[in-house]
Each structure stands twice: as C-alpha cells, then as structure tokens.
C-alpha cells in the first residue's frame, strides 16, 4: 500500500490509498463489517453508494468462522466476495473490554464468548492471524485502557503497546499488507506525546489513534489529537480508531486525519434514527406514520428515492427487517456523501466554510 496526499486545506487533508484491492480516497469513512459483513447491507449496495474499504474485526473472525475456514478460503476477501480493500483491527479493543482477561506481557488471555473455550492471543498471533485474513491494512495489537484508569496503569499500557508493536512488525511479512502501529496514552498529554513518538520511532506504514471516542469528553478527545497529530508523519495515512459521528470526524478531518470507521451509522440505523441534513430523525416517532415524504428530503439514496417516512415507521412498528435495511442503507449513503463533501471542501479551499454550514444546518436535532 502506498499513500498520496493531494490537497491541503489547514491541516485538513486529501489523498490516496493504493492498495492491491483499488484506491480509497481519503479522507475515508470505512463501514463495519464485523462478522464478515455489515450488518442488514449487501455488498452490492455498499459498492454502489462509493465504498471501496471496509473495516473487518479479527477478534470475531478468530472466534468463528476460525483460523481453519480462513485458510480453506485463501483469506476473508475470497470467503466474504469483496473485492474492494480491508481494513483489520487486531482484536485488541474487543479483548480488552471483556470482564475476564488476564494480560501479560506474553500476551492477552481470555475466554471466547462464543464456547468458553480459552484463547492466547500474542501480537505474533494477531499478526499472522490478519496475514492470512490478507487485509490490505493490519493494526499491532495494543493494549486499550478506561481513559480515566490510573496513570500507571496507562503508562504500563503504553509502554507493553510500544513492546507488542516492535513484536508485530518483526513478524509481519505480507508486502502486499499495510501494517499501522497505534498510539495509546489515555488522555495524558504526556504519554500520548511519548506513544506518538516512539511509535513513529519504530516505523510503520500509517498510524492510528486508539482508545479514543470511548467515554471521554470532546474536549480532552480533542486535545489529544493536538498532542499527537503534529508528531505523526504527513506522508502516512492517519486513522482514527472507531470514531464515525460527523461532528467529530470534522474535527478530526480539521487536524489531519484521513481515515475513520464506526458502527455508528448503522447501529443507530437498526434502532430506528436517521442521519439527514438537517439532524437525527427518530422514524420510530408517532409523527411519521402517516408522513408521505422520504427520510431526508435530500438525499438521493435507493430508501428515500423508493420509500416514504411513514412507510419505515410501519417496518420498524411491526419490528420487519427491512425497516433495518432501509435506514442502514440510508446512513451508510449518507456517510459517504459526507465524507465525499468534505473532500470537495478540501479540495476547494473551502472546508471551514462547510465546516460552519454543516454544523449550522444539524444543529437542531429534526425529531426524538
Ligand atoms: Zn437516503
């Protein structure tokens, strides 16, 4: 994989990946697909609404279908028929917040959900574990911590994440796969610092900002990102582990990341709420039930150019399926218009503008 920025508007960028599987254009929402699929979407759709990368969890994958059905496939883009690049977590954020795991500096030990049956995962194992998944980019395992744990306890965690990617690196092998270190540190401005720059000491082909987005405030999430994105190279690619709600990814977008994931869209999507325009619509409300109009008016995606509000909130009344099919798709469509602007922004010189405009036009939340 190799990485190009193109246009610099600030610090907000944009650019390329090359990877094996085609180019992403960053910046880059990348959708969930954590047992080998995103939720309620078929493929199809995804490449049709412009997705070229997704996001695949190997903690789930190593779980089932397993190491064995992996290989008898020759990897997960044959197994799952996607032909467009992936991105692998290593596991280490699902691990770490399960109740009963025991960490050393070996590795991570804990109980798969799934039978009970007890796992080692190693940062060799989380290596060539995504090696033979043949994702076009792979993460270290690192160690993620409550942001709000102890200091000692957080730098303990910083400095066994800095050891397991020296590790990572030594065994990975795969020319064809990306492979990112992650930058831990809570939300001490001192060890993020120092997680940034010995991270970017050891070397890898892009870096990611993780355990992040998981219960601090927006002011100390952002205050992070200042400590530790003048550190990181500007010819690698930038990743913001698990963020995807829009007026975060602005702000990070502003101080130069490229890449993001989340199961936000279409989580929020099964439970009923819409992404627009103009602000979260909750279809489930009384309002819409006899409402002719499309979820956003607009949007021209395959649910709001086909359905109506009152249409979706039958669905989801009657608990159907496709209720939670036509609002994934939605969110999904939306997200990637979104980012796609934000690019135009860029390019344009123009990203504060849009910055302001969006955060004007949703400020006002359409239903609860
Ligand atoms: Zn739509």
């Not at 650019?15 to 979407?41: C, K, S």
């Not at 197994?79 to 590795?107: C, N, Y």
């Not at 799934?114 to 270290?140: K, N």
């Not at 970017?200 to 998981?214: K, M, T």
Request: hydrophobic share 40%; net charge negative.
């Amino acid at each position: 994989m190799t990485f190009e920025v193109f246009h610099k508007d600030g610090n907000a960028r944009t650019g390329v990946l090359h990877t094996v599987h085609g180019d992403v254009e960053t910046p880059v929402f990348a959708p969930v697909a954590t047992n080998a699929t995103v939720r309620f979407v078929p493929h199809v759709f995804l490449h049709d609404m412009g997705y070229r990368m997704i996001l695949s969890n190997t903690f789930h994958l190593l779980l089932k279908p397993g190491e064995d059905v992996i290989r008898s496939f020759g990897g997960l883009h044959r197994f799952m028929s996607w032909s467009g690049a992936i991105l692998t977590d290593s596991g280490g954020f699902q691990v770490f917040s399960l109740p009963h795991r025991k960490i050393t500096d070996e590795g991570v030990e804990f109980r798969s959900p799934i039978d009970g049956s007890l796992i080692f995962l190693t940062p060799e194992r989380a290596t060539e574990f995504q090696e033979l998944l043949g994702s076009d980019i792979a993460m270290v395992l690192d160690v993620c911590m409550n942001p709000y744990e102890a200091e000692d306890e957080i730098w303990r965690s910083v400095d066994r994440t800095l050891k397991w990617a020296v590790r990572c690196k030594e065994v990975h092998t795969r020319s064809d796969q990306a492979l990112f270190g992650i930058v831990q540190g809570g939300i001490s401005e001192k060890l993020r610092q120092y997680s940034a720059e010995e991270t970017v000491r050891i070397g890898f082909d892009g870096y990611a900002v993780g355990g992040l987005s998981v219960g601090e405030t927006i002011e100390e999430t952002l205050a992070m990102l200042d400590v530790v994105l003048p550190i990181l190279p500007e010819d690698k690619p930038r990743y913001f582990m698990g963020l995807g709600t829009p007026e975060l990814i602005l702000e990070s977008v502003e101080r130069g990341i490229d890449i993001f994931d989340c199961v936000y869209p279409t989580r929020v999507g099964r439970h009923g709420t819409a992404m627009t325009w103009t602000g979260r619509l909750n279809v489930k409300s009384a309002v819409y039930r006899m409402d002719p109009r499309p979820v956003d008016e607009k949007c021209d995606c395959y649910t709001c150019k086909n359905f109506s509000r009152g249409y979706i909130h039958h669905l989801f009344n009657r608990k159907e399926a496709l209720g939670m099919i036509l609002l994934s798709i939605h969110n999904l469509y939306f997200m990637n218009q979104f980012v796609r602007k934000i690019r135009d922004a860029i390019q344009e010189g123009r990203f504060q503008d849009f910055k302001q405009e969006f955060l004007s036009s949703t400020s006002l939340e359409v239903s609860k």
